[in-house]
């Protein structure tokens, strides 16, 4: 069943658009009265990111939750990881984030946290789809029943203790010399100043946010910035944040990008190093390159995939109780530590080898060499172009001449009329070639 207000991740659209303060307070309220069970007095905390429609979405939902009875604890600007952790450690019944993560500023979003720390199930998020058009009046708070709002101080400090908590407790980066890119978003506060607290030299972009800048030309998404001032300054290594620092991508001494794929291979072969790697695997998604699949079986670590997006991940892991998992785009999942991508934890996890190897990044990142991957996007209208026969013919003779040389992934965007062919394997002409044969297929029956 299609989904008027939740998506992939949560209730998103352009702001004061698609996305507006009265949806924000029917959000609020309906996942308040969702939330409003038993006699306790129930409690929601709120974290937001730094882009300039979070102060208008923030007073709707607060105003949404309180008119229900609920009692609003606002953090400000935090990364979404945090809000998981104090959505559990507060013992709030409800989480939410504020974050359009990685978009520009004129989009935002509101994510949901269960008392659990995790995000909500589909389920519970069709419950709350089912009342937000509902007239909901009556079911407001008495007068005297109406429930309160305060600004939570401290909450930062909180955070940053924890994410140094999760690395053994006599371990310094001292001598290492840090570029932190925050991505102007939820981050410009808390990683710089856990890094520096561990003992690093830091060096910090993307920390000036003006509510219209956050993940403009820096950030995980636009790492060019970070390169530029890695290389510069002369780092050790570069920390490139999304805009609510729940993805990180690193860069080398060198300026060169570490993709996820390279992130996941160091934590997942330091934590079987340690003993503590549950299912004696990851989780990663079918993009994530065959190389990584190939070089993690040779250190006997399996490899399960997932559908693309971290929800699907993170249910993957929790089903078959693996705890390292992630995506190729930087959100990697650690659950011993976190309930969501947390792009601070993963840094320092990685960090935390850097040091206690003493090589340069470029040398305990690069764990294998990438297979050439070509990714093509064919748009479509109406109709179902993957049915067709011909198109069908097509793959499957593609499939047969990539045989065990590659692998081939053929898929719909979740967000767009657009279907994307993605083919990797050792032989960058033949993959070329078989991914361009499906592509013409497609076009001959898309339009």
Not at 70 to 75: G, T
Not at 164 to 190: E, S
């Amino acid at each position: 069943m299609s989904r008027k207000y939740f998506g992939t991740d949560g209730v998103r659209g352009r702001a004061n658009t698609t996305l507006t303060a009265d949806i924000a307070l029917r959000v609020g309220m309906a996942a308040g009265l969702t939330f409003r069970r038993g006699d306790h007095r129930h409690r929601v905390v709120i974290g937001k990111d730094t882009r300039l429609s979070g102060y208008m979405i923030e007073n709707a939902l607060v105003a949404g939750f309180t008119s229900v009875g609920m009692e609003v604890l606002l953090l400000g600007p935090m990364p979404t990881p945090a809000v998981g952790l104090l959505t559990r450690s507060m013992r709030a019944d409800l989480g939410v984030m504020i974050s359009a993560s990685h978009n520009p500023f004129d989009d935002n979003g509101i994510k949901l946290f269960g008392p659990d720390g995790f995000k909500l199930s589909d389920e519970t998020e069709r419950e709350i789809e089912a009342l937000i058009d509902q007239d909901l009046s009556r079911h407001l708070a008495r007068p005297a029943e109406i429930g309160r709002a305060r600004r939570l101080e401290g909450v930062h400090a909180r955070y940053i203790e924890y994410a140094k908590g999760t690395l053994p407790r006599d371990q310094k980066f001292d001598g290492l010399r840090v570029v932190v890119d925050c991505a102007n978003g939820a981050a410009y506060r808390v990683a710089p100043e856990a890094l520096w607290e561990l003992g690093a030299e830091v060096v910090s972009i993307g920390v000036d946010p003006d509510g219209l800048n956050i993940n403009r030309d820096v950030g995980s998404t636009s790492p060019e910035a970070l390169s530029a001032k890695v290389r510069e300054v002369r780092a050790d290594i570069g920390i490139a944040l999304d805009g609510d620092a729940d993805r990180v991508i690193l860069v080398d001494e060198k300026g060169h990008l570490v993709d996820g794929d390279q992130l996941m291979a160091v934590v997942a072969e330091s934590f079987k190093a340690d003993g503590r790697l549950s299912g004696n695997g990851i989780v990663a998604t079918v993009m994530s390159n065959l190389g990584l699949e190939r070089h993690l079986n040779a250190q006997g670590i399996g490899l399960a995939r997932a559908a693309v997006g971290d929800r699907y991940v993170l249910e993957r892991m929790r089903a078959e109780g693996y705890n390292v998992g992630g995506e190729q785009s930087g959100h990697i999942i650690l659950t011993d530590f976190s309930t969501t991508g947390d792009g601070l934890v993963a840094a320092l996890q990685v960090l935390a080898v850097v040091a206690r190897q003493g090589r340069p990044v470029s040398e305990v990142c690069h764990r294998f060499d990438p297979l050439p991957q070509v990714l093509k996007n064919v748009r479509y209208g109406n109709g179902m172009p993957l049915e067709d026969a011909n198109v069908q013919t097509t793959i499957a003779d593609a499939e047969r001449r990539l045989s065990n040389r590659g692998r081939l992934l053929i898929r719909r965007s979740g967000t767009e009329p657009v279907i994307r062919v993605m083919g990797e394997g050792d032989d960058r002409d033949l993959i070329e070639e078989v991914v361009d044969e499906v592509i013409d297929a497609l076009k001959r029956v898309a339009a």
